[in-house]
């Protein structure tokens, strides 16, 4: 079937992964006490991975002892009506490599949140990541 302007177009996971990478905020979403809860946080992607710093006792730190998260990032534009949607499910752990925490240290990355309280790094191995596009005809 011939694709048309308006149709949601698959993107290919190895792009979903760019583009998560490409966006300052990304949402994670886990089952809290209170169910589904979504937090936004500004990352980084490293060698096919999502990371993020929070801090001890937080909800984000204790979905990140082995605990299964889903992750979103969107970007769009409302004057052109285009934009791209990439989800992903994964895996989230705790950071406890020395050398890793070392080399995530040297990424252009710096928390938003203040004071940076946020002392450690969690790592999402992602599982599955699909996104779509709405893909518009150039006139």
Request: charged content about 25%; glycine content about 8%.
């Amino acid at each position: 079937m011939e694709q048309r302007s308006g149709d949601l177009v698959p993107i290919d996971p190895m792009e979903c992964v760019e583009l998560l990478g490409s966006v300052e905020l990304i949402r994670v979403a886990l089952t809290t006490a209170q169910g589904p809860t979504l937090f936004p946080v500004n990352h980084v992607v490293h060698d096919d991975a999502v990371y993020f710093r929070t801090a001890p006792g937080s909800k984000l730190g204790a979905a990140a002892q082995g605990g299964q998260v889903a992750i979103e990032a969107d970007e769009t534009d409302a004057a052109k009506r285009t934009g791209w949607s990439v989800i992903g499910h994964g895996t989230a752990s705790i950071v406890t490599d020395t050398d890793l925490v070392a080399e995530l240290h040297e990424l252009p990355f710096e928390p938003w949140a203040l004071p940076d309280t946020r002392d450690f790094w969690v790592r999402v191995d992602l599982d599955h990541v699909t996104g779509r596009r709405i893909r518009r005809d150039e006139h």
